[in-house]
């Protein structure tokens, strides 16, 4: 059964670190451009960051821009999102997820448009003082 599982949220304060990770199993990562996204209370999903199928493309969000970094290991089959100088705006549900197509991950920003081959089930970020 092909799924993702995120792991890593947790509490952090304002100015903290965290890195969230993405373990797929029944598919390689090899082949599929991956994402983060993100949802708050009360707003919409908001696209994070991805990489490309073949890594040809990173794009983040400008709210996260030089704060956040993904990277994939695909011989591990886990991608991650490295986040730092954690922001109380960054507070939210944070999903993982994956796509044999590049359209989310190509028009120069990370795309909700499109309906995921795969989806985690999210992992809760807080940051407060």
């Known amino acids: 059964q092909a799924q993702l599982v995120e792991s890593g949220g947790g509490l952090v304060q304002p100015g903290g670190s965290l890195r969230l990770s993405c373990a797929a199993s029944?598919?390689?990562?090899?082949?599929?451009?991956i994402g983060w996204f993100r949802q708050a209370p009360g707003k919409e999903r908001e696209g994070v960051s991805c990489?490309?199928?073949?890594?040809?493309?990173?794009l983040y969000s400008d709210s996260v821009k030089g704060r956040f970094t993904i990277s994939r290991d695909n011989a591990k089959n886990i991608f991650y999102l490295q986040m730092n100088d954690l922001r109380p705006d960054d507070a939210a549900v944070y999903y993982c997820?994956?796509?044999?197509?590049?359209?989310?991950?190509?028009?120069?920003?990370?795309?909700?448009?499109?309906?995921?081959?795969?989806w985690g089930k999210g992992t809760q970020v807080t940051v407060s003082s």
């Open positions: 997820a994956a796509d044999t197509s590049d359209s989310f991950c190509r028009m120069g920003y990370v795309s909700t448009a499109y309906a995921m081959d795969y």
């Open positions: 029944g598919f390689g990562l090899s082949a599929v451009a």
């Open positions: 990489i490309s199928r073949w890594n040809t493309n990173t």
